[in-house]
């Protein structure tokens, strides 16, 4: 074995050991990931697996908002391939395995950027570090909730991995494989893929101008014609899915955000303490109450954001060494160091949003920009980006021995680090904090002073460069490691979500399950409304197969979102909007919609002011821990399918996710209203004939029908070409 080969080992098994440390708390404890991991994101893997087992399809679904082109939502994870594999392996996946799967996407990452500082000849430890500190950067681990940005995150290492060895040696095949790779950046079509795309693009271009300023032209055909390639490539594998979302965002309630909406959650200016502090607004454990921007003491409605958002803690290591070896000893715009320093900084200004005019520039300048909110989301490339800064400063390591002096530098770091400590002390005495502010500083100081000795003592050979780097190397994992896990922004017991693996003794959603088995005369289960139980249930429909007309999700049609219920993200409060259609529950469209059953947290009463006391049948009122769930039955709900003209017959003979088969015997030619929601993709036919789907009372779907028994065909054709060129004819008008 090659002493190469020993090195590379040794520091991918010490990359596994690290991650498998910060995972104690999901392997050995019993937690899971919490918040939006398992009230978004896991009940949309249960619903795919569920359908896959089964040979439904799960292209629609009709158990999120009345019906949800689940194909076209990149939140689905259908079009996410490290998802399927939950998918795959069980029709009902538990959530350590969802996690499982999910948290081995950080590891993979962190390998692709060990292997890409090898391929820029960065010593071991350079590697490694970064590796690291990319691994467990505050954004990523802080936020393990939204997974389709942490395997986004994932693939931006992996393709940046690719391309830099593309561009390094060049040939077709390396081209094609970063076009892959890069097709699985862009496909989940979230603001982390959307900024690391615009990442490799500029690092591409940082290459190929210089070389083409250069006319070494034979150099950029060897070395970037594959690159381009690939770019080619990845489009042509990312169209579709791209297609069906922008025909889905031009059919909902988020077709572009306003530049007050696309600004909201930005980082606010006082949460850039926590880079060089993880625990100066109080205890990352919880044990003393947060008391930064997003808490109540800051105020104001675009702080209504979870701490992990304003996270930036990736290490003290960094701060370290962007203070010695990036302006003391003039490295921070070092060639190869350069791209690094202005990519954070350029992250940093985008993630500050609303909070300086940049990005108010970028918003009306960039295409793309209006199509997502929450500018912090820009700290996971901050994260990335301050990862290679520290791998490209590590390497720079030997100008400690540069005994010349920088005074400048030491100056300017001076002043930097008084002004710092200045803002920080007297913000913690505004606020009464300073117990906080001693208490954060103690363990980073302990840290600060093990690595400059270790580094101090390689300087005077009293201990070898790898011994010292080795030392370096344990402490930058310890620091990681104890800042980024378990944590209240990524850690609960798994108790707090078992009613979504299942509902089996439950007080209440047993209950709920219970009336699955309730049909409409036509034999189509009825539409449940689940409101005010809170967060963990919001998407159990998605898993128990209830046909709810509610949800979480920031997407839903724009029909939907105007006649049935604004503004109704989730489901978790006690509040119910109504549209301009469903303008109460005592309302003919409650009735259209099938709507049998309103399971509330609240006296229906309490939820609508418009309605009788006796217009629902309280069917029971159960208790469950803290709360009361009342069970209501609506006796008005009419069936899924009528004939306008009546004078005939209805006779389901299939009823599925993406197809609904219809026997019609009607004395008269005449209409038939299906109601379900009209959604572009959805085709049907009249005893074999096409026939054009026309929109019925501004939301549902209805085909003419003749005289005498018909067979009506409803099917869900989302990727027919005919739909997907139509969709390309609707975004370009």
């Known amino acids: 074995m090659t002493a190469n080969l020993k090195e590379n080992l040794f520091c991918l098994l010490a990359i596994t050991l690290v991650w498998f440390l910060f995972c104690w708390p999901w392997f050995m404890a019993g937690n899971v990931i919490p918040h939006d991991a398992k009230n978004h994101f896991y009940p949309m893997i249960r619903f795919v697996a569920n ?87 505050g954004a990523v681990t802080f936020r393990l909730e939204h997974m389709l940005m942490t395997i986004s995150y994932m693939w931006i290492a992996i393709a940046l991995w690719r391309l830099n060895a593309a561009m390094k040696f060049g040939g077709l095949w390396r081209g094609i494989i970063f076009g892959v790779t890069l097709a699985l950046v862009i496909i989940d079509r979230n603001h982390v893929a959307y900024l690391g795309a615009w990442f490799l693009l500029i690092w591409w271009l940082a290459a190929i101008i210089p070389d083409f300023l250069k006319k070494e032209f034979s150099h950029t055909v060897r070395q970037h014609l594959p690159v381009a390639v690939g770019g080619v490539l990845a489009l042509i594998l990312a169209i579709v899915p791209i297609i069906l979302l922008l025909q889905l965002a031009q059919n909902s309630n988020r077709a572009e955000f306003s530049y007050l909406d696309a600004s909201w959650q930005s980082l606010h200016p006082f949460a850039m303490f926590t880079f060089f502090l993880p625990e100066y607004y109080g205890a990352l454990d919880g044990s003393v109450r947060h008391w930064g921007p997003a808490s109540s003491l800051w105020g104001g409605e675009n702080l209504i954001m979870h701490r992990g958002m304003l996270h930036m803690y990736s290490g003290i290591l960094p701060v370290l060494l962007i203070v010695w070896i990036g302006i003391i000893k003039k490295q921070l715009f070092a060639p190869g160091i350069r791209f690094f320093t202005i990519a954070a900084l350029c992250y940093l200004l985008y993630s500050l949003g ?57 100056l300017c770091s001076v002043l930097f680090l008084i002004l710092i400590t200045y803002m920080l002390f007297n913000t913690a005495s505004q606020h009464q904090r300073l117990s906080d502010f001693a208490n954060s500083l103690v363990l980073p100081m302990l840290i600060v002073g093990t690595v400059i000795t270790a580094f101090l003592l390689a300087s005077r050979n009293i201990v070898s460069n790898n011994s010292a780097m080795i030392i370096v190397t344990a402490v930058v994992s310890l620091d990681l ?49 689940i409101l005010g139980l809170g967060p963990v249930v919001q998407n159990l429909p998605q898993v128990i197969g209830s046909q709810s007309t509610l949800g979480y999700n920031p997407l839903r049609l724009a029909g939907f979102e105007k006649y049935i219920a604004p503004d109704m993200q989730n489901n978790a409060a006690k509040k119910r909007n109504f549209g301009m259609a469903m303008i109460s529950y005592d309302s003919e469209l409650t009735n259209e919609m099938g709507l049998r059953y309103i399971i509330s947290g609240a006296p229906i009463e309490t939820l609508d002011m418009d309605v009788e006391a006796d217009r629902f049948e309280l069917m029971r009122k159960v208790n469950y821990g803290r709360r009361n769930a009342y069970f209501y039955e609506n006796l008005q709900a009419l069936e899924r399918a009528a ?9 389901m003979l299939v009823y599925s996710n993406s197809e609904i088969r219809i026997e019609v015997t009607s004395k008269i030619e005449n209409r038939l209203v299906l109601r379900e929601f009209y959604y572009p993709g959805w085709v049907a036919t009249v005893n074999g004939v096409p026939v054009e789907i026309a929109r019925y009372d501004k939301l549902f779907r209805a085909v003419d029908v003749p005289q005498g028994k018909s067979r009506i065909v409803f099917r869900f054709e989302p990727l027919s070409a005919n739909n997907i060129w139509n969709a390309i004819k609707d975004l370009s008008s």
């Open 354 to 410: 609303r909070y300086t005019p940049v990005f108010a520039y970028l918003y009306d300048i960039v295409p793309g920009i209006d199509l997502f909110r929450r500018p912090s989301d820009g700290l996971f490339l901050f994260g990335l980006s301050i990862s290679l800064l520290t791998g490209a400063l590590v390497q720079k390591l030997d100008h400690l021995n540069d005994r010349r002096s920088n005074k400048i530098g030491w």
């Open 643 to 651: 004939l306008l003209g009546g004078e005939g017959e209805i006779n």
């Open 481 to 529: 490691i104890y800042h980024s896990t378990n944590n209240r922004m990524n850690t609960r017991p798994a108790d707090a979500y078992r009613t979504l693996e299942t509902t089996s003794g439950h007080p209440a959603f047993s209950r709920v399950e219970a009336l699955l088995k309730e049909r409409d005369t036509l034999g189509v289960g009825w539409r449940t409304e």
């Open 51 to 137: 359908a896959w087992h089964s040979g439904e399809s799960f292209t629609w679904s009709p158990h999120h908002f009345a019906g949800f082109p689940m194909i076209a939502d990149p939140q689905s994870g259908i079009w996410t391939p490290t998802l399927w594999i939950p998918s795959l392996l069980s029709a009902a996946p538990n959530m350590r395995l969802v996690d499982t799967i999910h948290l081995l996407h950080l590891p993979v990452g962190a390998f692709a950027i060990y292997a890409f500082g090898k391929t820029n000849n960065w010593r071991w430890d350079a590697s490694l570090i970064a590796a690291l500190t990319y691994m467990l950067a």
